[in-house]
């Protein structure tokens, strides 16, 4: 394992949490979990009204865009083929490209043709961004562009490619490898990228497939909550839920279920719905529901439930109102589900192409973006869901929206949008 401290700013970096408010600082905004008290968000827009700015990208990517210190930050490439991964920097303003920090990888990495090298998304605290640029590494920069410190954690080959993205939480970044024959879940130190922890999830098969032939991998990004006195992170692994001590990287409890006859496969992150832990397998895997707070082996004494088989879960879904509201990538649905049973109360289709972004819920309502590149606004309920309005930028998009200050911004395969009204 390699490394380096790319600057001497690194020794001296102040622990604190340095977020702006209004900033959407990492993947699934400031909580990770989708929601955010932003309020006067746009709820109309298409390609020519509403558009506060937009840029052309050099390729496309999956990655979704944060916002952090007066700046925009999205990962992608620079070639097709995945051999310059780069970080990109806009003023949130005016859309300027600020700065591009580019890492050159001499080998060509496999991945599915609907993920496109570079689809991470990147962290930030307002001083310093991470990126994850999976076998091209691990890197941090200040918000100016300036190297803090890189690591080379290997190889992480997998067929359909990477995926996962960074938390920084804190003076501490939080990162799972998966998918590939290795997996780890890691911590850093935010200011010089030593590791502080690091536990590696046993692996069947060659990484790509279990022993049986069946598909297997994660590409679930973690999610950080406080239970029993202990800040847990809480990773969808391959076939079980995994809890860490953010501490020191013990695993805390797990739970199996998501194993199923057509594979061991998790996309989406998992969703925290009081003291209940909800996740979907992919590849129309099985759903479980998990109440936290025990500890060690959890499948017999806190699962609470488990169904077999759901629709394709790849976006995340939002925990409202006591009620879990999950996107189903085929069909393109809105499904509501009770958390302590997993019973479904009602689907609802929306748009008009695949869901593979996670919901985000601001100002009353919540927003999803399809395939299509038509974001969907809609207000939801046990009761049903209500269509608000449908707003099409007309460019393939898999990737999640940021809400802040007032402003959405959408990056779809050939722009990064900034949506004002």
Request: hydrophobic content about 35%.
């Amino acid at each position: 394992m390699v490394y380096r401290i790319a600057t001497l700013v690194a020794a001296t970096c102040c622990a604190t949490t340095f977020a702006q408010a209004g900033d959407w600082p990492g993947f699934r905004g400031p909580h990770g979990n989708g929601l955010t008290d932003e309020t006067d968000v746009p709820e109309r827009w298409d390609a020519d009204h509403n558009v506060r700015w937009k840029v052309a990208l050099r390729q496309p990517s999956n990655g979704s865009p944060i916002v952090s210190n007066g700046r925009v930050f999205i990962a992608g490439c620079e070639d097709a083929d995945g051999k310059r991964r780069s970080l990109y920097c806009f003023d949130r303003k005016s859309g300027e490209q600020l700065w591009t920090r580019t890492v050159d990888f001499d080998k060509n990495m496999p991945t599915h043709k609907t993920n496109p090298h570079g689809s991470t998304t990147p962290a930030a605290n307002g001083q310093h961004v991470v990126v994850w640029h999976a076998s091209a590494g691990l890197h941090c920069y200040d918000v100016e562009g300036h190297p803090v410190w890189s690591r080379d954690l290997g190889e992480y080959r997998h067929m359909w490619g990477s995926g996962t993205s960074p938390i920084i939480q804190g003076d501490r970044v939080f990162l799972h490898t998966g998918p590939g024959r290795e997996v780890r879940v890691l911590a850093f130190n935010l200011a010089t990228g030593e590791t502080v922890w690091e536990n590696s999830e046993p692996v069947e098969g060659d990484g790509n497939r279990r022993d049986d032939g069946q598909y297997m991998g994660s590409w679930s990004t973690p999610v950080l909550t406080r239970s029993g006195g202990r800040q847990q992170l809480i990773c969808a692994m391959a076939n079980r839920l995994v809890a860490y001590d953010a501490t020191d990287g013990s695993i805390l409890w797990y739970c199996s279920g998501l194993r199923h006859e057509r594979g061991d496969l998790a996309y989406s992150s998992p969703i925290l719905a009081g003291d209940i832990c909800v996740t979907t397998g992919g590849f129309r895997g099985p759903g479980i529901g998990v109440r936290l707070g025990g500890q060690g082996d959890l499948t017999m004494t806190s699962r609470l439930w488990r169904n077999e088989k759901n629709p394709q879960s790849i976006g995340t879904g939002v925990f409202v109102d006591g009620h879990v509201y999950r996107p189903n990538t085929d069909p393109n649905t809105i499904e509501c589900i009770v958390p302590a049973t997993g019973e479904s109360l009602w689907k609802s289709r929306v748009g008009s192409g695949a869901i593979w972004s996670s919901i985000v819920y601001a100002d009353g309502r919540g927003y999803v973006t399809d395939q299509q590149g038509t974001t969907v606004v809609f207000s939801i309920s046990p009761d049903g869901l209500k269509m608000i309005a449908a707003n099409k930028l007309g460019e393939t998009c898999n990737a999640t929206l940021a809400v802040s200050d007032g402003q959405i911004f959408i990056r779809t395969h050939g722009h990064l949008y900034c949506i004002g009204k």
